[in-house]
């Protein structure tokens, strides 16, 4: 992978991908994003037992935001996918709660279709985590 310019010394580890992303169908546990020398996209790889499997990429130039938010603030919003999958129901729907839970959100455009796609960290430090990604995110934004 190094010799076709992935940089695993900047890579950003996510506790989770939960949706939003059209080439992704399911959620995906130790999602990591490689970035690239020669495009420098967010390249999403899923990474179990060391073995990397390429799931998705997000066109750096067609990011329109990058946000943070926390577990109450998400729980708040009826979300699209709780919506496909529960319908009008979804509105009804018991929450599970979890502590020390952040969010990072990715709006994007991938040239027809706007997509918002959101990764889930957890644990004590998902917060700090979760904002340390958002500005390794920015900072590749800057560099193209």
Request: charged share 30%.
């Amino acid at each position: 992978m190094k010799e076709q310019g992935f940089s695993f010394t900047e890579r950003v580890s996510f506790s989770k991908y939960l949706f939003g992303h059209p080439d992704i169908d399911n959620s995906v546990e130790n999602i990591i994003y490689l970035p690239n020398s020669k495009d420098n996209d967010l390249h999403l790889f899923s990474n179990e037992a060391g073995f990397f499997k390429k799931e998705g990429t997000i066109p750096v130039m067609q990011i329109k935001n990058v946000s943070v938010e926390d577990a109450s603030t998400i729980e708040k919003r009826v979300t699209v996918g709780r919506f496909l999958v529960m319908g009008v129901f979804a509105f009804f729907a018991k929450k599970d709660i979890k502590n020390e839970l952040s969010y990072l959100i990715i709006e994007w455009n991938d040239g027809k279709f706007d997509h918002e796609t959101i990764f889930e960290f957890q644990g004590k430090d998902a917060a700090s985590r979760s904002h340390g990604a958002k500005k390794t995110i920015i900072r590749l934004m800057r560099k193209v």
